[in-house]
């Protein structure tokens, strides 16, 4: 079975970033392949991977649901939706060498999605042992697996910026995982962006208060919001970045 590892936290704080870092280190520990989940109706964590999308399951499962309505139907006649979900799957995936991309896509407009939602969570679930890892990267709040889109993750990595709401949001978010039942074998902690890689007694009084494991704390690093802005990929960071040094050694105290 995939052991799946969702990353969370309040908007900006440096999800999608640390989420690129940590399929990279999976890919070059030899762990995957590994099938990385944009599930941020928001999508970018490509950019940060460096890879092109085509097509995302929200634009398929807008299709689906369009197709009764349509005067001449995407579905060719004779094949049923659920192949026809099949087959557009496949074409949502983006096959790297190392990891597949999937992207959700935007929300959903107006309308009954269940039946469509239905058709694409099993297309997931059908998929997912295939891949030793699946890394989830969530939009603010955690919808989609409240929701039950996604599987239940064995590994809950939670971020933070080193603000006290930051950590109260994460604090919350963990509450929500206990409350949906969840139950990963594990939730950590990670603070991004601290400066000069210190946390300060402040935050770390909240940490303790929340309750939650703190793994680790990443520095801020100017180069890697350069990076973004002239859309070089994260995962071009040199080997010897004090944000993938920080992720390396975070990663490590995962049981992965
Ligand atoms: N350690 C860091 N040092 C400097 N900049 C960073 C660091 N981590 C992330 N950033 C920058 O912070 C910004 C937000 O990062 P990112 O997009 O990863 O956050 P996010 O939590 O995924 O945001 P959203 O909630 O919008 O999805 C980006 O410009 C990114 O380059
Ligand atoms: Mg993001």
């Known amino acids: 079975m995939s052991h799946v590892i969702a ?14 870092l940590l399929i990279q280190y999976l890919c070059e520990q030899k762990k ?3 099938l990385a989940v944009d599930a941020d109706a928001n999508s970018n964590l490509n950019e940060v991977l460096g890879v ?3 097509m995302t399951l929200g634009d398929v499962r807008e299709e689906i649901a369009q197709a009764e309505m349509a005067v001449k139907s995407p579905i060719p006649a004779g094949m049923s939706k659920a192949d026809y979900a099949e087959w557009k799957f496949n074409s949502c995936l983006m096959e790297e060498d190392d990891f597949d991309l999937l992207v959700m896509g935007r929300t959903q407009g107006k309308g009954c999605y269940c039946f469509v939602n239905g058709l694409l969570q099993a297309q997931l679930q059908k998929r997912q042992n295939s ?5 989830v990267d969530n939009e603010a709040g955690m919808e989609h697996i409240s929701r039950g889109i996604l599987p239940s993750m064995q590994t809950a990595v939670l971020v933070s910026d080193c603000s006290r709401r930051g950590v ?14 969840l139950k990963p074998q594990q939730v950590g902690l990670i603070i991004n962006r601290a400066p000069d890689g210190k946390l300060n007694a402040g935050t770390m009084e909240e940490i303790e208060k929340q309750g939650l494991n703190l793994l680790g704390v990443v520095p801020q690093d100017e180069t890697v919001y350069e990076y973004d802005c002239d859309g070089i990929p994260t995962v071009n960071l040199p080997k010897d970045s004090p944000v993938r040094a920080a992720m390396m050694d975070i990663i490590g105290k995962l049981n992965l």
């Not at 990353?7 to 690129?20: E, Q």
């Not at 949001?169 to 949906?180: N, Q």
């Open 7 to 20: 990353v969370a936290g309040k908007g900006g704080v440096g999800k999608t970033t640390l989420c690129g």
């Open 32 to 34: 995957g392949p590994v």
């Open 52 to 54: 092109e999308v085509d």
């Open 131 to 135: 891949y030793p890892f699946m890394v």
């Open 168 to 181: 109260q949001a994460v604090g919350r978010i963990a509450r929500l995982i206990e409350e949906c039942d």
